[in-house]
Each structure stands twice: as structure tokens, then as C-alpha cells.
Nanobody, 123 residues
Framework: QVQLVESGGGLVQAGGSLRLSCAAS????????MGWYRQAPEKQRELVAV???????KYADSVKGRFSISRDIAKNTVYLQMNSLKPEDTAVYYC?????????????????WGQGTLVTVSS
């Protein structure tokens, strides 16, 4: 079973910074991608940033130049550095990991979501 533990959310003033962390644990054959999504009140969940293994990092237009995703492969951890935060960045931020597990002789592809961490940016 694969589990994600997120940390780093909180309350910050506009213009400030926060760093989110998401650590994956459990039996994983490989990690295909790690990323961050967010959901603001009464809005749909949206992609913030994603880092595929061996692929190009992708950011939402609204966060380009302000947010940066990084990954510590040895620790199976993904980070989201958020700078120049704006009130419209207020949301619950979710980590998502796409993994391959090996169960017996069968490979299984899983999408695993974190529990979410609240980021509140005050004006």
C-alpha cells in the first residue's frame, strides 16, 4: 500500500512564501510522476505543477515564475516552493503520485492522493 504524507501549509500574507512537502512511502516498483493540485472553495481541483520521471515539468499558467516543483528521488519526496503568494492562491493543496507496484507477477498502476494541506494567503 502506498501512502502520502503532506506538510507545510499554513497562513501567510500576500507576497510571502511557503514550501509544501509530500513524502511517499510503501511498496513501489517505480514512480512515474509526482505533482501538486489545488482546490479553492467552490472551484474544481486544478493542476498546479507536475514532474514526470524523465519528462518535462509542467506548471499552471497562474503560477509560472512564482512556484517551483522539485523532487528528492532518494526520499521519494516532492516539494512545492511557493513564492510571491497571492490571495487567489488560497486553496487546499493536494499531492498526487503516479506509481507502479509489483504484486506477485503483476504490475499495477496507481494514482495516489495525499490528504491535502490548506494554504491561506491574506491580503
Amino acid at each position: 500500500q502506498v501512502q502520502l504524507v503532506e506538510s507545510g501549509g499554513g497562513l501567510v500574507q500576500a507576497g510571502g512564501s511557503l514550501r509544501l512537502s509530500c513524502a511517499a512511502s510503501g511498496s513501489m516498483f517505480s514512480i512515474n510522476a509526482m505533482g501538486w493540485y489545488r482546490q479553492a472553495p467552490e472551484k474544481q481541483r486544478e493542476l498546479v505543477a507536475v514532474m514526470p520521471s524523465g519528462g518535462s515539468t509542467k506548471y499552471a499558467d497562474s503560477v509560472k515564475g512564482r512556484f517551483s516543483i522539485s523532487r528528492d528521488i532518494a526520499k521519494n519526496t516532492v516539494y512545492l516552493q511557493m513564492n510571491s503568494l497571492k490571495p487567489e492562491d488560497t486553496a487546499v493543496y493536494y499531492c498526487k503520485v503516479e506509481v507502479v507496484t509489483l504484486e506477485g507477477m503483476a504490475y499495477r498502476f496507481l494514482e495516489v492522493w495525499g490528504q491535502g494541506t490548506l494554504v491561506t494567503v491574506s491580503s
